[in-house]
């Protein structure tokens, strides 16, 4: 079995039109063997969700799948960040005025943007989030705000002003206007609680992708690998490279899925929260990872750093594999590796 994926945006939920937009080129499968399996898909969480399960009974799949689904709502009503009953989406309103006691999962997940934020010194950063809305990117009211407009928001910006207490299970924001906007590791966090769900279940063998994020363990319907195809960042009907997984994620970020050009600049999605601004040195970045949460922060972290400084802060992760593709100085494109660096 051969799967193609491509990134949905890098925030976590979507409007309407760009999951369209993302269910036109995202998945397809081609091939498969002799071992049975069972697929479910749906739009969750405002992208595209597909698990495939590999061997076992029907009746084993079957109830792995209802099980693995009804854990995927649970998730969305507590991760949503862009309406009520969400428990980011409470955190996002009145985090500054009062303490917000969150659920298991709300605190862990924000608990370990805080961890990430400090291990990447500020290259990633999941209080962007007045920073996205400031650039339209929420509700496609695309522009380029003025300096002074950044500089003002960007008071608003920085994981040090997340205020958490495990014991509790209280999150607080400690300057006014913060927001917190969990598209750098949502998809990754969702999808390894996935997997999680589904080992319990007794499910050997399977492949979770939340909004092109993807984790496969076990074999694939024909005994082999999973394999995953990584589309080509400058022509979308090119498979740019084919990975295998063996228990391991792969998460892609790229400049080519939520962007707009003014003046021949592109402007993508994915900021630097250090200066308020998109980062341009990247094209794309796909990294295989032994979770998901990992693969989607370093795809991230590795973009915002660009050519020059992502292999300092992948050599913290010798555990993972990625590459890199950006434009040279005489505007020929290139792809960075791990493999560059042995």
């Not at 109830?63 to 009520?84: C, G, H, I, P, T």
């Not at 998809?187 to 996935?194: L, N, R, Y």
């Amino acid at each position: 079995m051969h799967i193609r994926i491509c990134p949905a945006y890098r925030w976590f939920f979507f409007s309407w039109k760009e999951v369209c937009l993302f269910l036109s080129i995202a998945v397809f499968l081609t091939g498969c063997g002799q071992m049975t399996f069972s697929k479910r898909q749906g739009l969750m969480m405002g992208t595209f969700v597909e698990i495939i399960v590999a061997g076992g009974t029907p009746s084993q799949r079957d109830q792995a799948l209802e099980v693995a689904f009804q854990r995927l709502r649970e998730l969305e009503n507590k991760l949503n960040y862009f309406e009520a009953p969400g428990e980011i989406y409470r955190l996002n309103q009145t985090g500054y005025e009062s303490v917000q006691q969150v659920s298991r999962e709300t605190f862990h997940i924000v608990q370990t943007a805080k961890d990430f934020h400090n291990l990447s010194q500020g290259a990633f950063d999941v209080t962007v989030y007045p920073l996205m809305k400031l650039w339209g990117f929420f509700d496609d009211e695309l522009n380029i705000p003025s300096v002074a407009a950044i500089e003002s928001v960007m008071k608003q910006v920085g994981s040090d002003g997340i205020l958490t207490d495990e014991d509790r299970s209280e999150i607080q924001f400690l300057r006014p206007g913060m927001g917190i906007d969990l598209g750098a590791i949502g998809k990754g966090f969702v999808c390894d609680d996935i997997v999680s769900v589904l080992k319990r279940e007794g499910i050997m063998s399977a492949l979770v992708n939340i909004g092109g994020t993807v984790f496969a363990f076990g074999k694939s319907p024909q005994g082999r690998l999973w394999r995953v195809g990584l589309r080509h960042p400058r022509d979308p009907s090119r498979t740019w490279k084919v990975v295998s997984l063996d228990h391991q994620a792969v998460s892609t970020s790229g400049d080519y899925e939520n962007f707009f050009v003014r003046d021949g600049i592109r402007y993508a999605h994915i900021l630097d929260p250090r200066t308020g601004y998109p980062a341009r040195d990247s094209i794309a970045v796909s990294v295989i990872a032994p979770s998901a949460v990992l693969a989607d922060f370093l795809s991230t972290t590795l973009f915002v750093l660009g050519p020059n400084d992502a292999p300092d802060m992948a050599r913290q992760f010798p555990e993972t594999h990625w590459f890199l593709t950006y434009f040279d100085e005489g505007n020929r494109f290139k792809t960075l590796s791990s493999s560059d660096l042995l």
